[in-house]
């Protein structure tokens, strides 16, 4: 099995750990990129994603990547090969802020959804796959918004 194989089977075993809406955000557009001794490295499509990735997913990934290869490999992930922006710049700034806006936009449509489903707060976390108290801040800041009809 060649990197890009072992990669996709790691993505298809947290598909179907994590919410769709995460998936889709955070794993499905990363890539294998490299495979040396003990160190896979992935590429993720933005700072944001990669900082994502590793704060949230890593530790899960890293056991789904050992029970594909049946190795004890780190994952470690990098900027997919692509021009950055300093982070200082203008155009950086307003790209993180673009890109945040629209995640939240779609959070908040999925949500939404979810409530006229009738899911519960407690289900809604779920599928967010929330970890910490600031995930329930910022789905309850959405739910909010939603109620208040802004």
Known sequence: MDIREI??????L???EISEPAYDTWIKET???RLESNKFTVSAHNEFARDWLENRYKDQ????LQQITGEKLKLYFILADRPI????SKESRRHNVEFLLEEYLKDEEQISNWLLEGKSMEDI???MDVKTREDVNYIMSIVRRLSNGV
């Not at 990669?7 to 298809?12: C, F």
């Not at 990934?61 to 789904?64: D, F």
Request: proline content about 9%; charged content about 25%.
């Open 125 to 127: 976390c779920l599928e």
């Open 61 to 64: 990934l890293e056991a789904n």
């Open 14 to 16: 947290i598909k179907v």
């Open 85 to 88: 922006p300093s982070p200082s």
């Open 7 to 12: 990669w996709n089977e790691v993505k298809s």
């Open 31 to 33: 890539e294998a990129f």
